[in-house]
């Protein structure tokens, strides 16, 4: 359970912002990176004015808040925010897909409920993977961008563990879910 109390007023300021921008276009990458919460994907206005064509939906919820009739590209990870939850069996997926929307010139939102623990999880696999990064230096940008990130212990040793599968040689990559 995530307390409220005594919360610094950046986090405070970042748990009312709907969404963030994380990585702008650069190089083969034209698209767009949003990590967010569910009042981002409420906001049809805001999301046309990002122009948001793809969603990654990381909810535990039995209901999608938009899916393709709305005109989105979506792909869903159904996971609970909690520790014991293994979200390394959606990860190389969920990277493929981030990737190629990006590449392709398309806005992406990652969202979860409120964009502190799930989603900026799935950022952070996708910065390692994708852009090198180490899990501290993924973490820090995320951080930097929206204050209130804060991923669980269980998807935390996840990603450690897929930095290190993403930073061995090619031939000795494998990671196992």
């Known amino acids: 359970m995530i307390r409220f109390d005594n919360l610094p007023p950046e986090v405070m300021q ?3 912002t709907p969404m ?5 276009p ?3 990458i034209t698209g767009r990176l949003y990590v967010g919460s569910l009042s981002a994907v409420q906001d049809k206005e805001l999301l046309h004015e990002h122009r948001i064509s793809h969603l990654i939906q990381v909810l535990d919820a039995p209901w999608l808040p938009l899916s393709e009739k709305d005109g989105f ?3 869903r990870i159904d996971i609970l925010d909690q520790s014991t939850a293994d979200l390394r069996p959606h990860l190389e997926a969920v990277c493929n897909h981030i990737d190629r929307a990006l590449k392709n010139g398309r806005n992406v939102l990652v969202h ?3 964009g502190i623990s799930r989603s900026p999880a799935i950022v952070i696999a996708y910065l ?3 852009h090198g990064m180490s899990f501290d230096n993924a973490y820090a940008l995320l951080k930097r961008k929206r204050a209130c990130i804060k991923p669980n212990s269980g998807f935390v040793s996840a990603l450690r563990e897929w930095e290190g599968a993403w930073r061995r040689p090619p031939a000795a990559r494998r990671f196992t879910s």
């Open 14 to 16: 970042a748990m009312c």
């Open 20 to 24: 963030h921008e994380i990585l702008a």
């Open 26 to 28: 650069q190089g083969s």
């Open 73 to 75: 590209n979506c792909y």
């Open 112 to 114: 979860c409920q409120q």
């Open 128 to 130: 390692i993977r994708n």
